[in-house]
């Protein structure tokens, strides 16, 4: 059974950094392109980063670029996302997904397709 879990939301002050963790079950992360994505209350579901499976090659939206870093341990079946320089507006529900399509950077949007996704974790902003 396929399963993605995510980890390592919590509370931070502004300006603060998170690590947040999707761990995959059920099959194997090689092969796979993950995404990572948000939902805040009352905001547009956004797609803020990718990690490719054949390269390594990283996307990311122009709402988290320069601060957010994605990355892979394919040993350990894990897709990281390194969240630093954290603004209220950060605040959202995470969610890791499995990418179908490549990724697309449009105008500082980016846009993927995706199947799988876990659960979410909260990520909160605020002093």
């Known amino acids: 059974q396929v399963q993605l879990v995510e980890s390592g939301g919590g509370l931070v002050q502004p300006g603060g950094s998170l690590r947040l963790s999707c761990a995959a079950s059920?099959?194997?992360?090689?092969?796979?392109?993950i995404g990572w994505f948000r939902q805040a209350p009352g905001k547009e579901h956004e797609e803020i980063s990718c990690i490719s499976s054949s390269d390594g090659s990283t996307y990311y939206a122009d709402s988290v670029k320069g601060r957010f870093a994605i990355s892979r341990d394919n040993a350990k079946n894990t897709v990281y996302l390194q969240m630093n320089s954290l603004k209220p507006e950060d605040t959202a529900v995470y969610y890791c997904a499995t990418v179908t399509s490549s990724p697309t950077v449009v105008a500082g949007t980016l846009t993927y397709e995706y199947d799988y996704w876990g659960q979410g974790t909260q990520v909160t902003v605020s002093s």
């Open positions: 059920g099959f194997t992360l090689d092969y796979y392109a």
